[in-house]
């Protein structure tokens, strides 16, 4: 419900009012609020239930700085494997996808593909610790896109940047798949990160 804006930054909430919400006793959402107030996504105050937190810029640096590294290296691996036109269908699909979406201006289309690309290009990497890192860090990254993804330029220049990395896999370029991406991702980290921090000037 946090990463969804169901429960929006800045907003208060009784633990009573979440376990009727959730339909559940208040004992486990007790153990998720204790839980995701140390993942830094909520405050609990005494006698005041919770306070759901903006989305950080600092939290996305460090967040971006972990995903440029492990999706480089996925990048880089998916070049050696050799995988065939057939393997690499679902990278074409969601870049397809992306231009699609933003001839016909959906964002939220495009972020829906550009979500498949990222998760897929991990998978192709083959390396299973890399994809569960990946995923558990995935919802935040959603979460600063939804707040910021109608603020930033049209994502031209990402979907340039993925058409690119998938022809380096396919042509088997490990180095130019992994500067490729890890060029792509520090530059939308960047983006993201400066809107973040507009926006929270903005609502001080």
Excluded at 54 to 66: F, K, L, N
Aim: glycine share 4%; proline share 3%; charged share 30%.
């Amino acid at each position: 419900m946090i990463f969804s804006g169901q429960l929006s930054a800045g907003s208060d909430h009784l633990e009573s009012e979440l376990a009727e919400r959730l339909a559940m006793s208040r004992t486990p959402v007790r153990e998720a609020v204790l839980t995701l107030e140390a993942q830094g996504l909520l405050e609990l105050r005494p006698r005041k239930g919770v306070r759901i937190l903006p989305v950080s810029p600092d939290d996305m640096r460090e967040i971006y700085d972990v995903l440029t590294e492990l999706e480089s290296l996925a990048a880089e691996e998916a070049a050696r494997a050799g995988y065939r036109d057939a393997d690499l269908a679902e990278l074409t699909a969601a870049i397809d996808d992306m231009d699609v979406a933003i001839a016909v201006n959906d964002l939220e289309a495009w972020a829906d593909a550009d979500d498949r690309f990222h998760i897929e290009l991990v998978r192709l990497g083959g390396n299973q610790r890399v994809v569960s890192i990946v995923s558990m860090m995935r919802d935040q990254v959603r979460r600063a896109r939804a707040v910021t993804l109608f603020m930033r330029p049209k994502p031209v220049k990402s979907n340039e940047a993925h058409r690119l990395v998938y022809r380096a896999i396919k042509e088997g370029d490990a180095e130019t798949a992994r500067s490729t991406h890890r060029a792509h991702r520090q530059q939308s980290k960047e983006m993201l990160v400066a809107l973040l921090e507009r926006h929270r000037l903005r609502a001080l």
